[in-house]
């Protein structure tokens, strides 16, 4: 249902944001999100279920593109990493609350527990100011400039940075620059395929196909334990080390992570039950590191600004399709087998890192009127 509600949501995200603005497209997305998670919860009937699920799905769908753009257009370069990532931090925190809520709790006490963060988020984007870009392209310099005061010391020249990096009107965007949307779909496309969706949301059923030794439900919340510290480090050193390094490292380990774990388990070595579960957990540290959270800093940072709703929608629309793929097609790859599965999986890792090994340039540090260029330049090139 993510997949499916994804590919139907995003053509309406682009029209929204442009029409209303990110934060207040944001706003209206956010204000009834918790009421689908409570008829699911409290619901007798099994259609209400369905459609609080489909419902739940599209707002979740919604709010990535959508806090992609914002984030990226009132963030200063510095520090635009780190604030990218904390999204991705958000997940992992409640992707482990979800595991050990799902351990803990009866499923619809859990699923209840949902609507409260939605009810919370709605009221604090009431202080989110608006994307001086978009207003901006509204011809709002004035309200632009009052939402850049919000957002910068007041020892900063906002007249300064408005004029640099916000003032020009939308222009045409050559042709060589819409390589960076296609990059990014091919991330995400490789990246689903490369089998993250199962690992997190089969944990449970692929730990107890393993074999592992420990309670599988345990395993779980380790999972979302190293996640989450994986997640945190990477959004700290992120502005540091650098987008380009990180993401292209990552995306090998998760797939010789994957390698790994294919060969025990179709090998079969006495004595070998923990190797499975160690190969997870590489995989989990890595895609926490790197090709968890990099790829939605880049949607924000890569795209040029004229197209950013777009492209990034564009993006989402890739990410959800693939999600759906792999979750139909997952069951009938059990059919040959959790080795074979892995090694499919690592196969989609290996060309996503050839690929980032040869476009993927470095964005670190770069304004975003920069970053409309960085096509220009060769793989890697830092200023």
Same mark, same amino acid.
């Given at each position: 249902?993510?997949?499916?509600?994804?590919?139907?949501?995003?053509? %309406? $995200?682009?029209?929204?944001?442009? #029409?209303?603005?990110?934060? +207040?497209?944001?706003?209206?997305?956010?204000?009834?999100?918790?009421?689908?998670?409570?008829?699911?919860?409290?619901?007798?009937?099994?259609?209400?279920?369905?459609?609080?699920?489909?419902?739940?799905?599209?707002?979740?769908? #919604?709010?990535?593109?959508?806090?992609?753009?914002?984030?990226?257009?009132?963030?200063?370069?510095?520090?635009?990493?780190?604030?990218?990532?904390? @999204?991705?931090?958000?997940?992992?925190?409640?992707?482990?609350?979800?595991?050990?809520?799902?351990?803990?709790?009866?499923?619809?006490?859990?699923?209840?527990?949902?609507?409260?963060?939605?009810?919370?988020?709605?009221?604090?984007?009431?202080?989110?100011?608006?994307?001086?870009?978009?207003?901006?392209?509204?011809?709002? =310099?004035?309200?632009?400039?009052?939402?850049? +005061? +919000?957002?910068?010391?007041? =020892?900063?020249?906002?007249?300064?940075?408005?004029?640099?990096?916000?003032? =020009?009107?939308? /222009?045409? *965007?050559?042709?060589?620059?819409?390589?960076?949307?296609?990059? !990014?779909?091919?991330?995400? $496309?490789?990246? @689903?395929?490369?089998?993250?969706?199962?690992?997190?949301?089969?944990?449970?059923?692929?730990?107890? =196909?393993?074999?592992?030794?420990?309670? %599988?439900?345990?395993?779980?919340?380790?999972?979302?334990?190293? /996640?989450?510290?994986? $997640?945190?480090?990477?959004?700290?050193?992120?502005? /540091?080390?650098?987008? /380009?390094?990180?993401?292209?490292? $990552?995306?090998?380990?998760?797939?010789?992570? @994957?390698?790994?774990?294919?060969?025990?388990?179709?090998?079969?070595?006495?004595? &070998?039950?923990?190797?499975?579960?160690?190969?997870?957990?590489?995989?989990?540290?890595?895609?926490?590191?790197? *090709?968890?959270?990099?790829?939605?800093?880049?949607?924000?940072?890569?795209?040029?600004?004229?197209?950013?709703?777009?492209?990034?929608?564009?993006?989402?629309?890739?990410? &959800?399709?693939?999600?759906?793929? *792999?979750?139909?097609?997952?069951?009938?790859?059990?059919?040959?087998?959790?080795?074979?599965?892995?090694?499919?999986? &690592?196969? %989609?890792?290996?060309?996503?890192?050839? !690929?980032?090994? %040869?476009?993927?340039?470095?964005?670190?540090? +770069?304004?975003?009127?920069?970053?409309?260029?960085?096509?220009?330049?060769?793989?890697?090139?830092?200023?």
């Amino acid at each position: 249902m993510p997949g499916i509600a994804g590919v139907v949501m995003t053509l %309406a $995200t682009v029209p929204g944001m442009e #029409a209303l603005g990110p934060r +207040k497209f944001l706003f209206i997305i956010l204000l009834p999100a918790g009421i689908p998670w409570l008829v699911q919860a409290f619901t007798p009937y099994l259609s209400l279920l369905y459609l609080g699920r489909v419902v739940s799905c599209f707002i979740y769908i #919604a709010l990535g593109p959508v806090t992609a753009v914002l984030v990226a257009e009132i963030s200063e370069p510095r520090i635009r990493g780190m604030l990218l990532s904390a @999204e991705e931090i958000t997940v992992a925190i409640a992707q482990m609350a979800i595991y050990i809520m799902a351990h803990s709790l009866p499923w619809d006490v859990a699923t209840a527990a949902c609507a409260g963060p939605m009810i919370l988020v709605a009221a604090l984007t009431f202080f989110v100011p608006e994307s001086p870009y978009w207003l901006i392209r509204r011809g709002q =310099k004035d309200a632009a400039l009052e939402s850049l +005061k +919000k957002l910068r010391s007041p =020892k900063q020249d906002v007249n300064l940075e408005l004029s640099r990096n916000f003032s =020009k009107r939308p /222009r045409n *965007i050559p042709a060589f620059n819409m390589g960076s949307v296609l990059l !990014l779909a091919a991330v995400f $496309t490789l990246r @689903e395929l490369g089998g993250q969706f199962v690992m997190f949301s089969y944990t449970v059923y692929m730990f107890q =196909k393993a074999g592992v030794g420990l309670d %599988a439900f345990v395993c779980t919340i380790l999972v979302g334990v190293v /996640r989450l510290v994986f $997640t945190v480090v990477s959004a700290a050193v992120v502005d /540091r080390v650098g987008r /380009r390094p990180l993401l292209i490292a $990552t995306s090998f380990v998760c797939g010789a992570a @994957e390698v790994v774990g294919a060969v025990f388990l179709l090998v079969d070595v006495p004595g &070998s039950s923990w190797v499975p579960l160690a190969a997870v957990m590489v995989f989990v540290s890595s895609y926490g590191l790197g *090709i968890g959270p990099i790829p939605w800093t880049l949607m924000g940072e890569l795209i040029p600004t004229p197209v950013r709703n777009i492209g990034s929608s564009l993006c989402y629309l890739s990410f &959800s399709l693939f999600t759906f793929v *792999i979750s139909f097609v997952f069951p009938y790859l059990m059919e040959i087998g959790l080795g074979y599965a892995l090694l499919v999986f &690592s196969s %989609a890792n290996a060309i996503l890192t050839l !690929l980032l090994w %040869a476009f993927l340039p470095e964005t670190r540090g +770069k304004s975003l009127s920069d970053l409309e260029n960085a096509f220009q330049s060769s793989p890697g090139h830092s200023e």
